[in-house]
Each structure stands twice: as C-alpha cells, then as structure tokens.
C-alpha cells in the first residue's frame, strides 16, 4: 500500500498506472463501447477508414478494427505478462541462490548465465521456437529459457551487496535458519531492482510476442493478437494504413506504460532516509 | 598486453564450447527425431535411415556432440539440407549485409544519440532533458517490425525516397537500399545509447580535471567537446559491446521484413524449411560473434582507458 501511494506520487508512475488502468477498463467495457464481434465478417464493409462507427476503420473482411485491438490488449498482456514474471520467479530464485551461497554453486550459474547471455534474444529465441514448431506453449518454453537470466544476474549482484550489510550480518549473529535469512530478509531487499527491470522487460516482450506472431512463429491465425493484426494488414498497407497503425499504435501504448511505472516504480521503491 | 588479449582469449575456451553444447542441446530437446523432422511424414523408412547415417543420429549421443563440435572447429557449422553446402559457406554470402547493417546502424544510433545526449547532460532536469527523455521512452516502445512498415509506408510508398527493400549492385546502392533497415535498428539503439552517454557526461562534469579547465580559462564549450565528451565516450564503447548482441539480434527482424539476403533472413528461412543443421550451426556462429565483439570492445576500451586493466 505504502508502495501504491509512493508510486502515485511520481508523475510518471501515475501516469504509467492511469495509461494501464485505462487499458484494462477499456478492455472489460469493449462489449459497451462497441456493438461489434472480433471475429463476424461483414463483407458490405470492408477497408472503411476511421469513422464514428467504426473507431479505428474495419479490415479487409469487414471487422472491427477497435473490436479487434481491444481483444488483442487480454491476449497480448496475458502472453507477456507469463513470459515476463513466469522466468522472473526462477531467475530471482537461481539469483538468491548463487548470490547466498556463493562458492561453486555460484560459479557454475553465472557461468551458465555467460554463455546463454552470448546468443543474441532474438536469435535463440526463434531458434528454440522453430526447433519445437510454433504454439503458444513453445512460445512461453522460448521466452522462459531466455528470460530469466537477466533477474538471476540481478539479484545474484543485489544478494551479494545486502549480505555484508550489518543486518544481516546480526541475522547470522542471531543463528536465523538459513531460509529465513534468505527468504524474509534478503530477498524483499534484493528483489527490488529486478521489479523495475521487469518493467522495460515487459515491453521489449510485448514486442517479441508481436514479431514472433509476425514471423508465423507465435500465436496462430485467427486469434486477435496484435502481432498477427499487423501481418494481415500488410497486403492492404497502401489502401488501408489504419489496419496497420492501429495495432503499433496499441503495442507503443503498452509500451509507454510500462516504461513509466518502471521510472515510477524505481522512484517509489528507492530506500529512504 | 598481447600476454593479456591471450589470457582472455583462453579463457574464452569454456564459454565456446558451452555455446556450441547449447547449440546441440537445441535439437536434442526437439519433439521427435531430427531426420522425421526435416524431412516430413512423406519420408520412407529408408530415406529417414539414410538421414540418420549421415547426421550420425544412429550414434551415442556424446559422440553426436562430438561430430557437431567437430564440424564447428573445423569452421563448416554442419551443412545445410536445403542448400547442400556448408553452414559456414552461406554465411559467408550473407555475411556481409548483416555487417553493412550492423555498423550503418551504430553510426546511426551514434548521430542520433550523441547530440541529445549531449543537451540532455548539460540541461539535466531541465524542461529538455525531460523531454528528450520521454521521446526516446516512446521510441524504445516502438516495435521493430512495425516501426519497419511504418517508414516503407511513409518513407517508401509515399515520399518516394528509399526502395522498399532488397540489395542491389555497388556501394552507392547498397547503401541507399540499407538505410532504412539500418535506421530502425539504429532508432532502438539510439535510446540505449542516449541514456548510458548522459549518465556518463554527467558523471564526467564533476571530476576534477573539469574544474581545472574551468579555472584556466577555457570556454565551455571547449572544454565539452575537448574534455567531457571524449571521456564519456570512452565508457559508452563498452556499452555498446554489451549491447551488440541487442544490435545483431535486431537486425533479424528488419532483414526479413526488407528483403536483405543477410544472416537473419537466413535464420528465417532456415526456420521455416526446416533446415536444422542451419538453425543450429547460425545459432552458434550468432553468438561466437557476439562473444568475438565484447572481446574487441573489451580490449579497445583498456587501450583507450589505461586505468581499465583486462583481467
């Protein structure tokens, strides 16, 4: 709660929160705001530009293209929300592990995190998913095999720095068992700067999860997903640019946001005093 | 020096080989078996036997690895299905549009972060600063493959300046016909370099050798572009080292979506042929020359710096 308040004292941290609970209330009152279905043709009314009726035109087979932006935002927040703090848990515990511990166990993880941090993201993720075929499930056994790195370097560098401070240092004094020291006191401190790292993570995987799409790779046809909203408008780029605006312009949305409660986020997270 | 480039170059040895396992690993862990993949249900009994023979798939795993680690030292990548011809053969075609990319996009991301960088440093929390900041956070949300057809549709199709895509003929050409891939990398760069410079100007605007040109007399903008800039720049190199692999890795995506024959497209189509040795053998060379680039930056930045000792 304390966190919550701080937040929304940072401009851009209640910006960044407004902007998503904007998305949200959009998203649950879409069936309000729009009499359509994502999925209904209507071939009377296809390629029609922005217009009262039709807020962001209609596609090539007459739907909705607001209808079908608002539910790509439930399926492409929900694709990169796991593939964003699924690895994140795993990483931050490996983190806590190798940092705790230290020793061989610690050298074997980061070299571990050395050599998977060598592969280009993009590369070794399109690598894995090709290998596995696209779906939705190799999209997130992808996106967790790579991702988890980044929090395991993180908080390993975070448990390092908090375990000389003197408080923990009084834990060991006070012969605390080992997971409580790790579990209740190292890790709400070390955790911190992996949250607002998962901040700009989510909107680099927002964009992923879209080029994975894009590439045939990720989501299929005919879900609403932003990435593929784009590959089908390509064909109609010239006549129709709304088809392919709208949905970038949803995912730079996405983006702001998250980049905005990750500055808020830091503010509100730094120690006090 | 040369003692020590060969101390990193050694220590090097485990990291290689832990890609090149990585890389094997990959299509170890594939649904299936890798001739059934590549070639299909349509595949007899004896065309899938044939396949398991020459990739070796009917030996022990551990010797398996040993073939692949074979065919990487020995500089092939395995060979590609499709094409017939060695992994490393078609790289060495591609190759070169991944590089053109690759470094039209760093001097881009350069032009553009340098003066922003720059304003933002010497107006720190200023109105300007705030607002470079948040420009670059609205580019950073911009994704690639979109950013891509946004400029083919303004840049391409409506003003007529720059081709839609594919190579041509000559330096002139290529270079025209790479900008607009090399721009949209060096956009997403840009921002990453932006906020590492600013933070470094910044940091160099209070040591001490500023204020002493300060007290001699020089004017401010001498001692920026003589004293501040050069030190900064000198620590966002080695930013840039670790973010090559963020640069390389990008140039996947605008390859593909401008038609440039380069590795990423290679990657791609590789992808969709079901070309597993190629898959493979890129995935590895990708993150050699990932490995092979923080090494130079490493060592570029200890001559450049001699404070900085390699370890």
């Not at chain 1, 960044?16 to 309000?32: H, I, K, S």
């Not at chain 2, 170890?28 to 078996?33: E, I, S, T």
């Not at chain 2, 303004?154 to 721009?183: I, K």
């Not at chain 2, 001498?222 to 990008?250: D, Q």
Request: include cysteine; hydrophobic fraction near 55%; charged fraction near 15%.
């Amino acid at each position: 709660m304390r966190i919550l308040k701080d937040l929304l004292r940072s401009p851009a941290g209640a910006l960044g929160l407004g902007m998503l609970a904007l998305t949200l209330l959009a998203t649950l009152l879409t069936p309000l705001l729009s009499p359509y279905d994502p999925f209904a043709l209507d071939f009377g009314n296809t390629l029609l530009p922005p217009s009262q009726a039709h807020w962001f035109g209609t596609d090539n087979f007459g739907r909705d293209i607001f209808t079908r932006v608002m539910a790509g935002a439930v399926y492409d927040l929900r694709l990169a929300l796991i593939c964003v703090f699924g690895p994140m848990a795993f990483g931050v515990m490996i983190g806590l592990i190798s940092g705790f511990f230290g020793g061989r166990i610690d050298a074997a993880l980061m070299r571990l995190t050395d050599i998977v941090w060598a592969f280009p993201f993009y590369v070794l993720v399109l690598a894995i998913v090709g290998v596995l075929g696209p779906s939705e499930a190799n999209l997130y056994i992808a996106f967790f095999i790579v991702n988890w790195i980044g929090y395991a370097r993180i908080v390993r560098g975070e448990t390092l720095l908090i375990g000389r401070l003197e408080f923990i240092e009084a834990t060991r004094v006070l012969r605390f068992g080992k997971a409580q020291i790790m579990l209740r006191h190292i890790l709400p401190n070390a955790v911190t700067p992996a949250l607002v790292y998962s901040m700009s993570d989510v909107v680099l995987t927002v964009q992923a999860v879209a080029a994975l799409s894009f590439f045939g790779l990720g989501v299929q046809p005919p879900a609403p997903e932003w990435g593929l909203l784009i590959v089908e408008s390509i064909d109609y780029m010239r006549e129709a640019p709304w088809m392919t605006i709208a949905p970038g312009l949803a995912i730079v949305w996405i983006g702001i946001a998250f980049s905005l409660l990750g500055e808020g986020l830091s503010v509100a997270l730094k120690p006090k005093g | 020096m040369i003692q020590v480039i060969f101390k990193r170059l050694l220590m090097l040895v485990p990291v290689l080989i832990g890609i090149t396992l990585i890389g094997f690993l990959l299509l170890q862990v594939m649904p299936g078996d890798a001739a059934e993949r590549a070639m299909g249900t349509r595949a007899s009994a004896e065309e899938l036997a044939d396949m398991r023979r020459l990739w070796g798939l009917d030996l022990p795993i551990w010797q398996q690895y040993l073939l692949f680690l074979r065919d990487c030292l020995t500089g092939s990548f395995g060979v590609s299905i499709f094409h017939k011809k060695a992994v490393i053969a078609l790289v060495g075609e591609r190759l070169p549009f991944t590089l053109a990319i690759v470094a039209l996009s760093t001097l881009i991301a350069l032009v553009i972060a340098l003066p922003f960088a720059s304003l933002a440093a010497m107006r720190r929390d200023r109105p300007a600063d705030h607002v470079i900041r948040q420009a670059f956070v609205v580019l950073i949300a911009m994704p690639p493959f979109w950013l891509s057809y946004v400029l083919i549709l303004w840049l391409s199709l409506t003003l007529g300046w720059f081709p839609t895509g594919g190579v041509g003929q000559g330096l002139a050409e290529n270079l025209h016909r790479l900008f607009l891939p090399s721009l949209v990398v060096g956009l997403s760069t840009a921002a990453l370099i932006q906020q590492t410079l600013r933070a470094a100007l910044i940091d160099t605007m209070k040591a001490d050798y500023v204020d002493t040109a300060r007290a001699k007399g020089l004017r401010r903008h001498e001692i920026f572009l003589r004293h501040i800039l050069p030190n900064s720049l000198i620590s966002t190199i080695s930013i840039i080292g670790v973010r090559v692999s963020w640069i390389i890795g990008g140039t996947v995506v605008v390859e593909k979506i401008f038609s440039v024959p380069g590795l990423g497209s290679l990657l791609i189509d590789a992808i969709v042929s079901r070309d597993l040795p190629v898959i493979r053998g890129l995935t590895v060379f990708f993150a050699i020359m990932v490995v092979i680039v923080n090494l130079i930056t490493d060592i570029l930045y200890a001559l450049a710096d001699p404070r900085v000792r390699l370890e």
